[in-house]
């Protein structure tokens, strides 16, 4: 288990890397079509493209400032299973649906294999399943917060 409270927090950089990517990309070709995400309007003056893309960016900065502390952690020698299993099951989740999410804003675009969209997706998905999947790590996290031990919830 020491193992993977190390390796999760590398698996879930891995994660937000590719959601990253898919943001820029998105973001990029956008503004190639002349579409702007606004930033400081209220929720209900915004398209739902921006309120999408914005979504999507508060999503892998909350997973990516997770992955920080279960690291932060591990570099200071402190136990960080719970962390380091927070930071995987929701970068993991974050980086599945940011990518999902950008294909669709691009339609056919985002679905072409001569672009990198559709493999970031695939790779998103790996980065998902890799090291425990969402729903090992997502009970390690209740077992931890909850106080069980894995016979007791399984």
């Not at 990253?20 to 995400?37: C, K, M, N, P, S």
């Not at 998902?128 to 917060?145: K, L, P, S, Y």
């Amino acid at each position: 288990m020491a193992t993977f409270d190390a390796t999760r927090p590398i698996v879930a950089a891995s994660a937000i890397g590719v959601g990253r990517a898919a943001l820029d990309f998105v973001r990029e070709t956008l503004e190639q079509h002349g579409v702007e995400i606004r930033y400081g309007l209220p929720p209900h003056k915004l398209t739902a493209l921006e309120r999408d893309f914005m979504e999507m960016e508060a999503q892998l900065q909350a997973a990516r400032l997770l992955t920080w502390r279960a690291a932060w952690m591990m570099d200071n020698g402190m136990r960080n299973n719970l962390e380091a299993s927070m930071a995987k099951a929701k970068a993991g989740l974050v980086v599945t649906q940011v990518t999902q999410k950008a294909v669709e804003m691009l339609g056919p675009l985002g679905y072409s294999r001569q672009l990198l969209l559709e493999k970031w997706m695939r790779d998103a998905k790996i980065n998902d399943i890799f090291e425990g999947t969402q729903q090992i790590n997502q009970m390690i996290v209740a077992r931890r917060i909850l106080g069980y031990s894995s016979k007791e919830l399984s």
